[in-house]
């Protein structure tokens, strides 16, 4: 039988979680290589945002909590109420509502999401967007392959520090130590430029190491950047005041907006962060704060990529470092829970309007097809046509691979 008649047999027989069981890792692959993105944007919801108050809603439950559901472009999938434009664009976006975690510590959890890997004391592994640049970016970019904007900032461990995160805390503002001090013009830097350099090629000749290597390489990066035509991306100035509006003029629409700007201009990777979902106490009040700056900061990035026709090359990620839990504290709040969470996806050749996986009644746990964050980022590198089988030497001298298991959701592909 064919791949395509594979494909047509699991779509028309079964429903998609039940084809999951059956779907070998082969389909998996041939439905990843029909789809490549060619960038990320990932949303982080630093802190944890509960499952059941955005993407898993259990109305009318004991851990439903004052929230009401709402349906969906999508007949049969419902949202949280405070979601409305998301839920009007939700032929683009599919959720996976089974993800499931062993990671219930913010640090612990942070870093399982943002390099695919659990902790292992000391041993550092590269950041999924250091991976990204390093096999997808240009190397001689002006521009990082991977920006981060208003989120955590993880090391690039053994790849070299030019696929390390850039940092960006003020979307929209002059990006800072980039232009020439006081009193020193274009010639004068130039000058300067060339007698570091002097230095340190005498000082490679006698001291050569990978350090030395690493920095000239991070200030010649610098120096890059610091000349590009390609940092007008940064400066918002120019977008009309209407679609600033729409994205939400609070920093996280800003930031949304920029990674639009910075994936136009070829940057791999752009991560931007919402803080604030650790809501250990008046879980409802923060949520709906919260909820009232994501809805449209990522319904306009979905629509604005979609007109400009980067939505298809682009796949854009929303996810935090765990759930919460359903039922709900004696502070009005809720915990931790790793358990069970929702994360979304749209674009870069995931199929929209899909649900993937089903937690219990009261969502305390996954009853159907747990996906774990080592499988969601096979999927997302499935997209992008990385190998994740691909190895690295480590510092140690020992291989190491992208990512060490996991399997693409084929459903979403």
């Known amino acids: 039988m064919s ?3 594979r494909r047509t047999v699991l779509r028309i027989g079964l429903g998609t979680t039940a084809a999951a069981a059956f779907v070998p890792p082969l389909l998996a692959r041939e439905a990843a290589a029909m789809a490549k993105a060619k960038a990320v944007i990932m949303l982080f919801m630093d802190g944890g945002p509960s499952q059941i108050d955005t993407f ?4 009318g439950k004991s851990t439903g909590g004052s929230f009401q559901a709402i349906d969906s472009a999508v007949r049969g999938v419902r949202v949280c ?3 409305p434009k998301l839920a009007s664009r939700f032929n683009d976006l599919s959720i ?5 975690s062993k990671e219930g510590d913010h640090r612990r959890g942070k870093y399982l999401v943002h390099t695919g890997h659990r902790p292992q004391g000391a041993f550092e592994r590269p950041a999924v967007g250091c991976f990204v640049g390093h096999e997808m970016g240009r190397q001689d970019s002006a521009l990082p392959n991977y920006i981060s904007v208003l989120a955590p900032v993880f090391s690039a461990a053994f790849l070299k520090a030019r696929h390390a995160p850039y940092p960006v805390r003020e979307p929209g503002q002059p990006i800072h130590n980039i232009r020439y001090p006081r009193g020193v013009d274009s ?4 000058d ?3 007698l570091l350099r002097e230095l340190e090629d005498e000082f490679q000749k006698l001291h050569a190491t990978a350090y030395g290597r690493g920095r000239r390489e991070a200030y010649l990066q610098a120096d890059k950047l610091m000349h590009t035509p390609d940092l007008r991306a940064f400066s918002l100035k120019n977008e009309d005041d209407t679609l600033r509006d729409a994205y939400g003029r609070n920093k996280f629409g800003q ?9 136009e201009r070829g940057v791999k990777f752009v991560e931007v962060g919402l803080g604030g979902w650790d809501t250990h106490q008046n879980n409802f009040k923060q949520t709906r704060s919260l909820l009232n700056v994501l809805d449209p900061a990522f319904s306009t990035l979905i629509k604005d990529l979609k007109q400009r026709g980067l939505l298809k090359d682009t796949l854009v990620v929303w996810l935090g470092e765990f759930g919460r839990t359903p039922r709900i504290n004696r502070y009005n709040g809720r915990d931790h829970w790793p358990n069970c969470f929702s994360t979304v996806l749209a674009g870069g050749g995931v199929q929209g309007g899909r649900v993937v996986g089903r937690t219990d009644p009261l969502g305390m746990a996954v009853r159907e097809r747990p996906v774990t964050v080592q499988d969601f980022y096979a999927t997302m590198y499935a997209c992008l046509g990385v190998d994740i089988k691909k190895k690295f030497p480590g510092e140690s001298g020992r291989p190491i691979q992208i990512l060490e298991k996991g399997e693409p959701v084929a459903e979403l592909l």
């Open 255 to 263: 930031g949304c907006l920029l990674a639009r700007r910075l994936i």
């Open 56 to 59: 898993d809603p259990k109305p």
């Open 3 to 5: 791949a395509l008649d």
């Open 192 to 194: 300067r430029t060339n």
């Open 187 to 190: 010639g004068r830097f130039a």
């Open 81 to 83: 109420e405070h979601l």
């Open 96 to 100: 996976i509502r089974s993800m499931t």
